[in-house]
């Protein structure tokens, strides 16, 4: 069974600090102001992983429109991620979670009991978790979760 991480909402985002593909420290107060789109999956190049970053990559320009930040997340290295974002050319940053400091910050529980979760966030400008989405299995789903999330929250046309 897949563990919801519903009971997130509502609740701040912890505070972070994590490194890019570009090896730019990106945090907290990156995201105040906006709204964030900020989702964690278990690895990069692994077939579901590709196909829900490339899902998040197709329909990039939507978020962009409306100065909606994105990011993607895994305790995948730097030197991964920057191989993974150019091979697939992904527009938005991913985030390296080493050890999994911010997962476990935000008690993401492990899908299956051993896979990292996939799960997506909408953070509103305050910081504050507006909707969580979990699915292992449903992955291009959670892009089109949080765009009508977003969307019903009337930070998008």
Same mark, same amino acid.
């Given at each position: 069974?897949? /563990?919801?991480?519903? &009971?997130?909402?509502?609740?701040? *985002?912890? /505070? #972070?600090?994590?490194?890019? /593909?570009?090896?730019?420290?990106?945090?907290?107060? /990156? *995201?105040?102001?906006?709204? %964030?789109?900020?989702?964690?999956?278990?690895?990069?190049?692994?077939?579901?992983?590709?196909?829900?970053?490339?899902?998040?990559?197709? +329909? &990039?320009?939507?978020?962009?429109?409306?100065?909606?930040?994105?990011?993607?997340?895994?305790?995948?290295?730097?030197?991964?991620?920057?191989?993974?974002?150019? +091979? &697939?050319?992904?527009? &938005?940053?991913?985030?390296?979670?080493?050890?999994?400091?911010?997962?476990?910050?935000?008690?993401?529980?492990?899908?299956?009991?051993?896979? +990292?979760?996939?799960?997506?966030?909408? *953070?509103?400008?305050?910081?504050?978790?507006? #909707?969580?989405? %979990?699915?292992?299995?449903?992955?291009?789903?959670?892009?089109?979760?949080?765009?009508?999330?977003?969307?019903?929250?009337?930070? *998008?046309?």
């Amino acid at each position: 069974m897949v /563990d919801s991480h519903e &009971y997130l909402v509502g609740t701040k *985002i912890p /505070d #972070f600090d994590c490194l890019n /593909d570009e090896g730019k420290s990106v945090n907290t107060s /990156d *995201i105040e102001g906006k709204w %964030t789109v900020m989702f964690f999956y278990p690895k990069d190049e692994s077939p579901g992983c590709t196909l829900q970053s490339c899902s998040f990559r197709d +329909r &990039y320009d939507q978020f962009l429109e409306q100065g909606i930040s994105l990011y993607g997340v895994s305790s995948d290295s730097v030197k991964s991620h920057k191989r993974f974002k150019q +091979r &697939y050319r992904l527009q &938005y940053s991913l985030l390296s979670d080493k050890g999994g400091v911010l997962a476990k910050a935000l008690k993401l529980k492990k899908d299956f009991g051993f896979l +990292r979760a996939r799960v997506t966030f909408v *953070i509103d400008p305050e910081g504050t978790i507006a #909707f969580a989405h %979990t699915s292992q299995l449903g992955v291009t789903g959670h892009v089109k979760k949080a765009l009508k999330v977003i969307k019903s929250q009337g930070a *998008i046309a």
